[in-house]
């Protein structure tokens, strides 16, 4: 599968063409970077294409494959590696990483062990994202709850959602204590904050996924939480939206919920005034399991192997560009993702980033305490989109009373697993 890099004296190409998805403030901060190559060097400009979502871009380099028409760097999300990979029209980065010695000895390791493969790095991180516990410190204060210690286990949250669930005098809630979206990033994340595997082979990092097996013990307790919750009256269920669980933050119908540090910047803009704003841990079971911790989330940049050799070297060169400190410490300050480099926080950029949000220090404490294992990891599948749907069907039947917990676990399960033998025998 593993294409090599060109040889080390090809010159790079003059232009290189770099598909991507990311639209508004991050869009802005992508052609900020881009920008800055172009005036760095005079060799080699690079012209940045929005795409559209992740799923359009991926759809569209489909077709650009077919038709010899790929460009040579494309941004991918997360859940679209093993369908790279298995594409085998990738040269991975750990082909111009050893080809350079190029030292990766200061990335941060929760973010680059997310896209390797048998231990080798696929693509390079691009955008970092991991989800936490965001909090209304106000509404903890006004029931007598510490804004200093969030809940961290799932007692701890069902707890603090109790005292925090209001009623008016009619009895209507008019705010309930943690309304998470129904979301199936967010049940990989308790999955391994439960030390527990989404997928047989090491979740699919050893060898590629033959199976789904989030069925378990974990993928129950982490059901029978949530709905009890739901049943209670004092977690909300804002369904599949994500939008609409922030909203409902933001205009204080919920005082917890969970979600990506990518959404931080944008709470601190609405809230403006209206609250203050926590952050704590992601949520993880009672035992806290020591093999538990954080997945990271967002994008990688991958050169594809159908273009010239000098146009892979510039889209090499473009990367590690991208990769050094000082351009990662502005991209954190503009778009509130993680620097991938560790130097990046001594910069200007990221210093006054995190003095100005300092709920930030607690997503980077999160990824850095994650022990990093197979379960930490995160999951990889050929069909880890329509995996993350089908988990989201089944929170939801569980929550709406159509099916029991563990009922709804095995039909999802049964349901992916038939999905994953007919992709891995599509692409043998």
Known sequence: MSALAPAKDVAPAATLTWWHAMSGVNGDALNKIVAGFNSSQSKIKVEAVFQGTYDDLLAKLNTAIASNAAPALVQVYDIGQRYMYDSGQVVPM????????????????????????????????FNASAPILYFNKDAFKEVGLDPAKPPVTFTEITEAAKKLTKKDASGATVRFGFGPSIYGWLFEQLMATSGALYAD????????????????????????????????????????????????????????????????????????????????????????PATGGNIIGGASLYIMKSRPPAEQQAAWEFVKYAMTPAVQAQWQSDTGYYPIVKAAYDQGPSKDWSTKYPQFLTAITEIRDSPQNRMTN?????VMPQARQRTQKMIESVLLGQATTQAALDAAVEDMNTQIDKYNKANP
């Open 201 to 288: 082979n090491g979740n699919g990092r050893d060898n590629r996924a033959t199976k789904v097996v989030y069925n378990s013990a974990a993928g129950k307790a982490i059901l029978d939480w949530w709905k009890a919750g739901v049943d209670g009256g004092y977690f909300y269920n804002p369904g599949i939206d994500n939008d609409g669980a922030a909203n409902a933050f933001n205009a204080q119908k919920t005082a917890m919920y969970i979600e990506s540090i990518a959404r931080l910047r944008g709470h601190i803009t609405t809230i403006a005034g209206k609250f203050e704003l926590g952050a704590g841990l992601y949520p993880r079971p009672d035992s806290k």
């Open 378 to 382: 995160g999951a990889v599948l050929g």
């Open 94 to 125: 750990q082909a111009f990483i050893d080809r350079d010695k190029f030292n990766t000895s200061d990335f941060e390791p929760a973010v680059i062990n997310y896209y390797k493969y048998q231990d080798k790095l696929q693509s390079m991180p």
